[in-house]
């Protein structure tokens, strides 16, 4: 079984930065795509930034601020945020597409981790 980690999160000032991880342990082959979401109480989940073979993709609002990356080693994907607004603030979740052990294609789920930004 796939368990996704993520941390990093907390609190910080506006302007300032936060880089989020997200920790994959458990059997599996690789990763096909890995994305970061993030939602607000009473909100729908926005996808923030996606990494796949075909490249990346940055929501508008975080282009140029945040960067998804990935370590295939340690099989962990990140996310940098710099000058951080308040309306970063928001619980973000990893999301990992990946292929297992058994050869099929899985998607899971971080436990979700808050990021609050004061102004």
């Known amino acids: 079984q796939v368990q996704l980690v993520e941390s990093g999160g907390g609190l910080v000032q506006a302007g300032g930065s936060l880089r989020l991880s997200c920790a994959a342990s458990g059997s599996f082959f690789n990763f096909n795509a890995m994305a970061w979401y993030r939602q607000v109480p009473g909100k729908q989940r926005e996808l923030v930034a996606s990494l796949s073979s075909d490249g990346t993709n940055y929501a508008d609002s975080v282009k140029g601020r945040f960067t998804i990356s990935e370590d295939n080693a340690n099989n962990t994907v990140y996310l940098q945020m710099i000058s951080l607004k308040p309306e970063d603030t928001s619980v973000y979740y990893c999301?990992?597409?990946?292929?297992?052990?058994?050869?099929?294609?899985?998607?899971?789920w971080g436990q979700g981790i808050q990021v609050t930004v004061s102004s």
């Open positions: 999301n990992v597409v990946l292929t297992t052990i058994s050869r099929r294609k899985e998607t899971y």
